[in-house]
């Protein structure tokens, strides 16, 4: 035991408590999910392919038609984030290879892969008058979470991924629970 310490010399902690249980991997929120992949040959009509794909995803899992305007938001919003997704790899890379949706309790994750291992890097800022450049600024604004990853098993390229949650109702629309 290091001085000036009191307790035991068993595992645990200055006062004796037990250890707190180790961090293990957090679970995947998509474990379960129902899962959508479109094959995509090249950048020519890949923008509007993966908006048309994922706008039937959409309304296969009931964000379409939404029941509030809020909900219409939402699922333009992931209409949005695919095509800037999408086009950011026919800017930068060789173009998309595979657009995957990915759709469990009202959350959603696209995922676009392509050839580069390069990742998304934001533009240095400039006025939002000017076109072009603002595809990453609209992943911060619009996502839960974004990133890039790896292709998995060592393949070549990367995959860039974002996730969006179905909008609530309103407070006023939500049901409460009777005691």
Known sequence: MRAGMQG?????????????????????????????????GGSAGAVTRCREFTAVALRDWGWLPADTPEGRERAEDVLLMVSEVVTNACLHTAGPEELVLRHVGGLLRLEVAD????????????????????????????????????????????VVWAEIARASPAPWWRTRGRD
């Open 115 to 158: 050839g580069s291992a390069e990742p998304p890097r934001p533009n240095a800022p400039r006025s939002p008058a000017l076109p072009g450049g603002h595809g990453l600024m609209v992943l911060d604004r619009l996502a839960g979470a974004w990133g890039s990853e790896p292709k998995p098993d060592g393949a070549p390229g990367k």
């Open 8 to 40: 035991s010399d068993g595992p645990g902690d200055e006062d004796g408590r037990p250890p707190a249980p180790a961090a293990g991997p957090e679970p995947d929120p998509f474990a379960g999910a129902q899962v959508r992949r479109l094959l995509l």
